[in-house]
């Protein structure tokens, strides 16, 4: 029985896994006005997100990345894949699967997964990677929210990452 973070519970039986993708592809419920994110603030948060990642970069502030700059974003990709066949791993033992994992963190079984439900049990299998930057990357669509679709990419983690090739004395 596990005990901290989650609910235990026995798992729902789920049919058959493309069944979840067809669900998903349904027209999504009206969003009142207010909330509706016009183009122009969502090509804007792109704007300042690709600056960002710029100015990152551009650790030389010369205005241009160079190829040993470019270097870095290899590296903190390489990262992150390396975090996500780790969570995988973790997940998978602490919980025996994937879908056993989502049942378990989804404790108010909405559906989606929040934040704080991540969080909570992910700490729970001790993983000790970068918790919110894995959520912000599973949530494909942005909406502070990890629906089953989303969380069952980390099926493509299945391996890590190959090392970088150093062989050419450079690092």
């Known amino acids: 029985t596990k005990v901290g973070c989650c609910k235990t519970r026995r798992p729902k039986k789920i049919g058959a896994p493309g069944l979840q993708s067809a669900v998903s592809l349904q027209k999504p419920a009206a969003v009142p006005r207010s909330e509706t994110?016009?183009?122009?603030?969502?090509?804007?948060?792109?704007?300042?997100?690709?600056?960002?990642?710029?100015?990152?970069?551009?650790?030389?502030?010369?205005?241009?990345?160079?190829?040993?700059?470019?270097?870095?974003?290899?590296?903190?990709?390489?990262?992150?894949?390396?975090?996500m066949f780790e969570l995988k791993h973790d997940l998978t033992v602490y919980y025996g699967s994937l879908r056993n994992a989502f049942e378990a963190i989804d404790l108010d079984e909405s559906g989606a997964i929040s934040f704080e439900e991540f969080k909570k049990c992910v700490q729970a299998t001790h993983f000790d990677g970068p918790v919110q930057e894995i959520f912000m990357f599973i949530d494909l669509n942005g909406d502070a929210e990890i629906d089953g679709d989303e969380f069952f990419e980390l099926e493509n983690y299945s391996r890590s990452p190959p090392l970088p090739d150093h062989t050419d004395g450079k690092l």
Do not use: C, M, N, P
Request: hydrophobic residues 30%; without cysteine; negative net charge.
């Open 37 to 83: 994110v016009t183009e122009d603030e969502t090509d804007t948060a792109q704007v300042e997100t690709i600056s960002s990642v710029f100015r990152y970069l551009d650790t030389s502030h010369d205005g241009d990345i160079s190829s040993r700059e470019f270097e870095t974003l290899k590296r903190v990709w390489r990262e992150l894949q390396q975090s």
